[in-house]
């Protein structure tokens, strides 16, 4: 059973505008992270947050975690063409392993 | 410093041959994984290694073996290949210095395998 689950599948929006997408989980973790993946790439890390923290910025990027909800969101804010990709969700799984989700198809149009 | 590298990019087999995907890491990580990605099924890991001469299962092994026997190296074989086993293929290391959970996944380009 997958730990994290993004929210929405996919979404699309204009260049410019913000872009956020969630990512819910079952128990209770040490941190999570998100990654992006471009079409046919591999993943690339974009941010780590740790459960005992409630915001974390990089650059046009801010993610939001909710442990009393089980939840996170990824914002990229002022989003651009060259951020069409797959995000995903990776919270702690069982020994040294991550679990990943889904993940959240963004459009981002010219 | 090339990061973590697979081969092949691309492979076609028929049901029931064998093969064997090569991830390499010139890193020094001590953690390698595998994991397949399917449409909508994000990534599932199939084995992992937490150090050289090292393997265990992961949530999707069954078809798959693996071995460790470099530190640098970590090889995926399918014995005897299925279409089930149509996927995209990826290989991820971390150092193991602060315990994996806590940080970044160093992700190779990926193998596109068609089993017909």
């Known amino acids: 059973s997958q730990q994290g689950e993004e929210d929405p599948q996919a979404l699309s929006i204009q260049e410019g505008e913000n872009a956020t997408m969630n990512c819910s989980y079952k128990?209770?973790?040490?941190?999570l992270q998100w990654y992006r993946q471009n079409s046919g790439r591999g993943l690339v890390h974009l941010i780590l947050i740790r459960s005992n923290e409630r915001e974390k910025h990089s650059g046009r990027l801010r993610v939001t975690l909710d442990t009393s909800k089980k939840s996170s969101s990824l914002l990229i804010t002022a989003s651009r063409a060259a951020d069409t990709a797959s995000y995903f969700c990776?919270?702690?799984?069982?020994?040294?392993?991550?679990?990943f989700g889904p993940g959240t198809r963004l459009s981002v149009l010219p | 410093n090339a990061g973590v590298t697979q081969t092949p990019k691309f492979r076609v087999l028929k049901t029931g041959q064998s093969m064997t995907l090569l991830c390499a890491q010139d890193m020094n990580h001590e953690y390698m994984y595998w994991y397949r990605q399917d449409p909508g099924m994000g990534l599932r890991l199939i084995h992992y290694?937490?150090?050289?001469?090292?393997?265990a299962k992961g949530e999707v092994p069954d078809g798959y073996n693996v071995s460790r026997l470099k530190k640098q190296n970590f090889l995926l074989g399918l014995e005897s290949a299925a279409p089930s086993q149509t996927s995209v293929y990826f290989c991820?290391?971390?150092?193991?210095?602060?315990?994996?959970?806590?940080?970044?996944?160093?992700f190779g380009p990926g193998t596109r395998l068609l089993v017909l």
């Open positions: 990776a919270t702690d799984g069982y020994g040294q392993n991550f679990v």
């Open positions: 290694s937490v150090g050289e001469g090292t393997t």
């Open positions: 128990t209770s973790i040490n941190n």
């Open positions: 991820a290391s971390t150092s193991g210095l602060a315990g994996a959970q806590e940080e970044t996944q160093y």
